[in-house]
């Protein structure tokens, strides 16, 4: 057994007997004494010894080399924690070379790219690792919720014989003799499984966009975490987004706390995510002097808008409704004839979700279809709408994305553990 406990399970108790295991963070000698510290997942701790064996042991030990240290805990208000552990025996399970490729101290700042570059090995700073464990707990709220709210998991394939939303922004594989696309969403298949008789759904998986963007905000390939479920009004979906966002903040608090106080973050739950529609946005946009757009939010609009929530509302989340139809995709059902039950999540500043209330009938749904200038014959998925679809409903969350707005990060790859854009395709 490499360890018995982790740094956070030790038993603040005198003689002790523990194993743990980490990384050599430091290694200190002072002669008759050395001290040693090791890291894993969880934090440090101190080795101290007065062993010669022992001791000759450390003084040789580079720095992020692995290794299980059995030994006594001793009480020490001076050491780490306050406690120390008297090695009784050290193994050395792996060495590293020297030097490391960039410091993880936190104390030389390394450029983003270098750290991508070396992904594994800057996660060996707490502060970064922090990143995806928060990122892993954001999506065990999120499928602890799906769950309490009667939600069935699936698992839509990646690879689909029409791009799901039409225009060129997709990657075209070669599938054997026919030509495929990677999904840009899950859409079409959460969609059409509602003709089976499961009425929620939900899916977490990779979505692809060949978008040639260089910004802090876009990815070729993120993880999405999508829903769908029958129902009949655009609010239906607000509010089970309001409660899934509530939910998730609520056990971040509780389980990332010291992630948070990390990044100095203070996630406050809202008591209502206010909902604005998107011609109202202007209206405010333009009275603040904001340049709007008649079809989207500019990204400056964006911040604003979160900006005037967060004064008016006391709110980092806003629901921004009823976009016009011109730009959003043919599977919404309009409302009138140019705008649709959608919606857009902001938080903090930027677009974390879209959604809607999706277009259930058959004809509308093919009508739509040749408004956007797309063939319905290449789309397999409409033969299933004839078949007694449910009205429906659904919106997708960006994993990455909402990481890095709850830790207020620079640049959505922080936030992504093998960014993949333009220029990117390693590690």
């Not at 010669?52 to 003084?59: F, M, V």
């Not at 340049?291 to 964006?302: C, F, R, S, V």
């Not at 500043?349 to 277009?359: A, D, K, V």
Request: net charge neutral; with cysteine; hydrophobic share 35%.
């Amino acid at each position: 057994m490499i360890r018995t406990h982790y740094t956070n399970q030790i038993p603040k108790k005198n003689e002790e007997i523990v194993k743990v295991a980490g990384f050599v963070e430091t290694v200190r000698d002072i002669g008759k004494v050395t001290f040693l510290i090791i890291r894993d997942r969880y934090g440090t701790v101190q080795i101290t010894s007065k062993d010669e064996n022992l001791c000759s042991i450390i003084r040789k030990l580079s720095n992020e080399s692995f290794v299980s240290v059995e030994g006594r805990v001793v009480l020490n208000e001076e050491a780490r924690n306050g406690f120390e552990i008297l090695p009784i025996n050290i193994e050395i399970l792996n060495e590293a070379a020297k030097p490391l490729p960039l410091d993880i101290s936190g104390k030389i700042e390394s450029l983003l790219e270098k750290r991508i570059d070396w992904r594994f090995v800057d996660m060996k700073n707490l502060k970064n690792m922090s990143v995806f464990i928060l990122q892993s707990e954001i999506v065990r709220a999120f499928t602890e919720f799906m769950h309490e709210n009667n939600f069935v998991r699936i698992f839509a394939s990646r690879l689909t014989d029409a791009a799901t939303e039409g225009g060129a922004d997709y990657f075209s594989v070669n599938y054997f003799d026919k030509k495929a696309y990677l999904a840009q969403s899950p859409q079409l298949y959460k969609e059409a499984i509602l003709v089976s008789g499961i009425d929620r759904v939900y899916d977490i998986g990779f979505v692809y966009r060949a978008e040639p963007h260089h910004t802090p905000r876009h990815l070729c390939e993120y993880a999405s975490f999508d829903i769908e479920m029958v129902c009949d009004s655009l609010e239906e979906i607000l509010e089970i987004g309001e409660r899934l966002m509530k939910y998730t903040f609520e056990k971040l608090n509780k389980r990332c706390e010291e992630i948070l106080k990390m990044y100095n973050v203070e996630l406050k739950i809202p008591k209502k995510i206010p909902r604005i529609t998107f011609q109202d946005a202007n209206k405010i946009l333009s009275e603040l002097d904001v340049k709007i757009d008649k079809y989207d939010l500019t990204p400056e609009g964006e911040k604003k808008i979160c900006e005037y929530c967060k004064e008016n509302f006391d709110s980092s989340l806003v629901f921004i409704t009823e976009f016009p139809f011109a730009k959003k995709p043919f599977y919404l059902m309009r409302k009138g004839k140019e705008l649709t039950y959608s919606f857009d999540m902001l938080y903090n500043g930027l677009e974390l979700s879209s959604g809607g209330i999706r277009e259930h009938r058959y004809e509308e749904r093919v009508k739509n279809i040749l408004l956007k200038g797309l063939k319905p014959e290449d789309y397999d998925h409409l033969r299933f709408w004839k078949y007694g679809m449910p009205p429906h409903g659904g919106f997708a969350i960006g994993i990455e994305r909402l990481t890095m707005q709850i830790l207020g990060l620079k640049n959505v790859r922080e936030a992504t553990l093998l960014p993949r854009d333009p220029e990117r395709l390693k590690p």
